[in-house]
């Protein structure tokens, strides 16, 4: 553990000239765990030039090999499931069994991407010329999709594998390199997965692993010549930052989100406040995808309050390694931001149902009644086990709080009445809209997408395909 992870490049393990590392600290202990090297710029444009080059040859070895050295890294991951699933344990603080399962749907969703890259990249159109005015069925048209060139790939802490993966397969599938710069917290686990691409034999310089200082090369990184298309997930702010900067190539972002749930009066409740538990707390609220403000019809507010409460009091709080349901939040500045949002809503009045609690960066559950619009809580994302509730008269003022978020990414709603459903599945404006279940962006091939701050494009295995390919014509001109 002492050890200073490499880079991988060119098909070997490197360590930086640069003599600079960075320290990943294990959330639990608050203790540094691991060392990454810190890439110069010299070593960066290397990385760049062999991506450039492999990329050439990659995308002319035939689709078949393609996809089956996808489907042997799948297998290669699955047999390292249990170090890394260590990894993740160790370095995001994920629950143990979170951690082995993140691994398994990762490769599930590398064999899906090359199953249906295959099927994507297969076809093609062919058009004639004389539908138009004024031609002749003189020109024949040939489109195919061809790939983007070196894809940049920035995955999150809180899926380090999985969403490096959803990046790396439609990536290499479509016949492009990536270069991955891993997040600090998640780099180890982020090294460990790319050792499988390794040990796989994909060619030297297809992939490549950079770690880096971000506040010194993160700029230089992702406005490289080279980058022809980056997909990242990841902190709002740093999307935005990133888009404003991007050299006119595709962006492809997931970014935050202030998932709705909005319980009706003609709710399961019951099932609204098991969703709030699973939807809320898992991986202790550390997901784009979480719950993140619960707006509940006052016929109904508190009966689902009463019913949360009794399953939060249920919930086991400590260490990933023991597979707790509640876990250490990623860092000491996360988990101060988030204290931060419960102090502010608590003294604008809000009901804390439980007491509030932390040591270090472990923040126990808790469910925040009676909150306002005037509250920080009501409108941020606090990434962790904090849930606020917010009680509403009708839909539309629960649909008009949905609408007023700089988030945009899922929503959900909780009604036995499918008509009424659907009325505010339209109404909602976020990328997705979940009819009785919590927000989720699995299976990993439904197309997944946030509007507004929540992102540009759309995701889910299929659409990360045909995103980063572009369209190719050739067009035969007849005598
Ligand atoms: O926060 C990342 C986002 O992709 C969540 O995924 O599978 O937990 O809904 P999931």
Redesign the pocket.
Known sequence: DGDVYKYYADGDWKMSSSGKTVSVTNPTTGKPIYKVTACTQDEINKVFQSAKAAQKLWAKTPLYKRAEMLHKVSVIMKEHKSPLADCLVKEVAKPAKDAVTEVVRSGDLIDYTAEEGIRIMSEGKFLVSDPFPGNERNKLCLSSKVPLGVILAIP?F??PI??SVSKIGPALITGNSVVIKPPTQGAVSTIHMMHCFHLAGFPKGLISCVTIKVSELGDFLTTHPAVNCISF?GGCDTGIAISKKANMIPLQM?LGGKDTMLVLDDADVESAAVNIMKGGF??SG?????VKVVLAMESIADALVSKVNAKVAKLSVGPPENDCDIVPVVSESSANFIEGLVMDAKQKGAKLCQEWKREGNLIWPLLIDHVKPDMRIAWEEPFGPVIPVLRIKTAEEGINHCNSSRYGLQGCVFTKDVNKAMLVSDAMETGTVQINAA????PDHFP?QGIRDSGIGSQGVTNSINMMTKIKTTVINLP
């Not at 550390?286 to 979480?290: E, I, K, S, V």
């Not at 927000?439 to 699995?442: M, T």
């Open positions: 999150p809180n899926y999985n969403l997930t997931e898992a991986f550390q997901r784009c995808t979480a927000p989720a962006r699995g997944f």
